[in-house]
DNA sequence: AAGGTACAACGTACGCCGTAAGTTTGTCAA
DNA sequence: TTGACAAACTTACGGCGTACGTTGTACCTT
């Protein structure tokens, strides 16, 4: 008959990404993922160890888009790591998730982990203050990202549905300061200048160096 | 025969909470929730709408928790609201990645974010700053929460047995940074003094006065 | 006391899911 | 030509959420 199609890891992991974001990570399943390829689900087990390996696979293959800047000093190569990586999870909104699931131990995250801690302490930065600094960093990124992923702060044409439907049962007289809030949200307010990501990471930035230079 | 149970909607809800505490929300099925209050898993159906109605519920339930002080001066009522709800978060592991989830819309998640604007607009915040600044907050508190819980900071001494086999698999040369931090962790730096949570909290709410007193 | 009503339990069934285990088939080196 | 190996396929199991139809029972009305 034909020749058999190759299908290798990659190809797997990327097709899964594809789904992933075209469907959601809902709708990721060995079954549905084997149809894409034109494979049974079993066949993919030839390729990934298991569910949990692809999701690993994939969610490597994301967090390793994100830059880890090597020629500028310690601020701006955290900021720029920071914003890439917000970029980077923004445009996958089901990796947040997955790299903050405690079961997955990705190679890539530990390396970003160990850059940023290296970051700190080739700035001078003393331990201690490198503790609680990547702390603050890295739960910034994901966090934030996470937050505002999960407000569905993406896609701003649904939110003008969604705010409507919401003051339709609750009525703005209840809720006066979130109808505010809503409305700045529906006439775009924040967009453009720096955001509240940006915003908060300068704080933390800023308050770092304050904290070394201080000690 | 004998006569039926009761139940209703709060014991359902509450026996939900108590499986999701025992074994982890991955446990809460229908048919294990039915199980465990000796009631076939569709009876639960007459309680609530569907398993989204029931994860909505406990949501709802523990977000209910969090204190939000009417007596003290916006900084004030802010700082304790945040650490009242990452005490809540955190002992109820799943409940974090449940409250960002978007699908859920829960009337107790409104009020908080209406209460918090509040603090703010009547803490004499402009509408812009006030904006920014609810985003900051809120996201840390979910966020950073969540980062936290994904890292499995919770539980001290199984860190250890992950973390030797964690350096067993790489060695300590190969990411001396992070090595260095495992061993913060493992000495139990940062404990007993302000965590991290709070430090960032402090550095964004200061940074908020700051911005607020300049304009 | 008898009958009616409504609710809350039950059982069955369907289509999903991840994956263990066994079987077939295509490809290539000896 | 043959044998080995990898990568596909098939079958099957237990679990999931839940649609749907049935049954038992507590309580109200007459």
Chains 1, 2 share one sequence.
């Not at 969604?162 to 809720?175: C, D, T, V």
């Not at 307010?189 to 915003?199: M, V």
Request: aromatic content about 8%; hydrophobic content about 45%.
């Amino acid at each position: 008959m034909s020749k058999r199609t190759p299908l290798n890891r990659q190809l797997v992991l990327r097709a899964a990404v594809a789904l992933a974001d075209a469907d959601g990570i809902g709708a990721l399943s060995m079954r549905r993922l084997g149809n894409e390829l034109g494979v049974e689900a079993m066949s993919l087990y030839n390729h990934v160890a298991n569910k949990d390996d692809l999701l690993n696979g994939i969610t490597d293959l994301i967090l390793g888009e994100i830059e880890l800047p090597s020629d500028a000093e310690w601020k701006d190569a955290l900021r720029r790591h920071a914003i890439s990586a917000h970029d980077v999870l923004v445009a996958h909104p089901w990796a947040s998730s997955l790299a903050l699931s405690p079961d997955r131990a990705s190679q890539v995250s530990v390396q970003r982990a160990d850059w940023m801690l290296g970051q700190l302490r080739e700035a001078g930065f003393s331990a201690d203050v490198t503790y609680h600094a990547y702390h603050a960093l890295d739960s910034h990124i994901l966090g934030f990202t996470l937050w505002q992923l999960g407000h569905g702060i993406v896609d701003q044409e649904h939110i003008a549905d969604l705010a409507a439907s919401f003051f339709r049962m609750y009525p703005p007289e209840q809720y006066p300061y979130l109808y505010e809030h809503a409305q700045q949200h529906l006439t775009g307010f924040g967009r453009g200048e720096k955001g509240a990501f940006e915003l908060v990471l300068d704080l933390i930035l800023d308050g770092l160096e304050r904290e070394r230079d201080s000690a």
